[in-house]
């Protein structure tokens, strides 16, 4: 049943990043699902303020009410923190297609200079350049290819 559930949540696009899902980005933290039409489903945020937290809460409800789940119950909640390793690897190439370098996997300690060494996702190129550790949101980082000559953001690895 949590399959079932799992394979609608993967059709919800991030309203920010509408070329990935919130289950690739990894912010669904937890299905639950106890009988036929009740389903309990977590949110766990990018981070705290994120502005989009009470759209995808109302995606989530209306995908289920869309496929005949009555009881719903859509939490967002803060126990576990969302990390950049929790994106799936079909969720950074979603990235990577929205034109964001995808963050690299991490250990948990992250320095500054890992951004300085973020390839290009348009040509792949790491002959790049940090321009700004602080882009248009929180988690991300902006950049310069001097191979093919774009500006581009990076999605920080945040953990």
Known sequence: MTNTIKA????????EIPTISIVDLGIVTGIESKGEKQVRVELTPTFSGCPALKIMEQLVTEKLVENGYTDIEVKTSFNKQWNTNMISEKGLAALKKHGLAPPPKHKGYIELNVLSDTPCPYCNSRNTELKSPFGPTLCRSMHYCKNCLNAFEGFKPLG
């Not at 609608?8 to 309203?15: A, S, V």
């Open 8 to 15: 609608l949540l993967e059709t919800i696009m991030d309203p």
